[in-house]
């Protein structure tokens, strides 16, 4: 069992950053490869990156490379995102997910373990 608090979401300026952290309980935190999807309002969710459970493979959607960077630190059991250049339509609750696909998983279904999600807004 793996629960999972997002946190580091507000409110920001387009251009700006923000750094969204994901703790996560339980031991095996360093078994889990990890993603964060976001959801806009009426919108379906979506992928926007994820790592591998070791940290050496990640993913990001086309829309988040150069601006978004995922890591994790496994003995502090965290996962975070890094999010630069930001833009309005990037507004959206974020949310952590973990999950033990052999692949770096971009569907929802594949991920076992969400958090509560965390809400970044951002003006223009």
């Known amino acids: 069992q793996v629960q999972l608090v997002e946190s580091g979401g507000g409110l920001v300026q387009a251009g700006g950053s923000l750094r969204l952290s994901c703790a996560a309980s339980?031991?095996?935190?360093?078994?889990?490869?990890m993603a964060w999807f976001r959801q806009a309002p009426g919108k379906e969710r979506e992928i926007v990156a994820t790592i591998f459970w070791s940290g050496g493979r990640t993913y990001y959607a086309d829309s988040m490379k150069g601006r978004f960077t995922i890591s994790r630190d496994n003995a502090k059991n965290t996962a975070y995102l890094q999010m630069d250049s930001l833009k309005p339509e990037d507004t959206a609750t974020y949310f952590c997910a973990a999950g033990r696909s052999v692949i770096l998983a971009t569907k929802a279904a594949a991920y076992d373990y969400w958090g509560q999600g965390t809400q970044v807004t951002v003006s223009s």
């Open positions: 339980g031991r095996t935190f360093s078994r889990y490869n």
